[in-house]
């Protein structure tokens, strides 16, 4: 037995619609729904666009000429 949550969209003809991870095999299941009574709504606020986050920033000065930010793998 799984235990999955996710986002269902239900239609007005009573059909429910969910994504689901693909380790499920396909074909009939026996699965038990539990529904919120209020639907999800979108956040009016994600559909205005939102200004730019500020980051603090610091100056180091120059980097040194043969400065490599590769990480060592020890192979």
Same mark, same amino acid.
């Given at each position: 037995?799984?235990? @999955?949550?996710?986002?269902?969209? &239900?239609? /007005? ?8 991870? !693909?380790?499920? %095999? ?8 539990? @529904?919120?009574?209020?639907?999800? &709504?979108? /956040? ?8 730019? !986050?500020?980051? %603090? ?19």
């Amino acid at each position: 037995m799984k235990t @999955i949550e996710t986002i269902a969209t &239900v239609t /007005k003809d009573g059909k429910i619609t969910a994504q689901l991870s !693909l380790d499920i %095999p396909e074909g009939e299941h026996q699965v038990v729904i539990v @529904i919120d009574e209020k639907p999800l &709504v979108e /956040k009016v606020e994600s559909k205005e666009k939102r200004p730019p !986050l500020n980051f %603090p920033v610091h100056n180091c000065g120059l980097w040194p000429e043969n400065l490599s930010l590769q990480l060592f793998s020890g192979k």
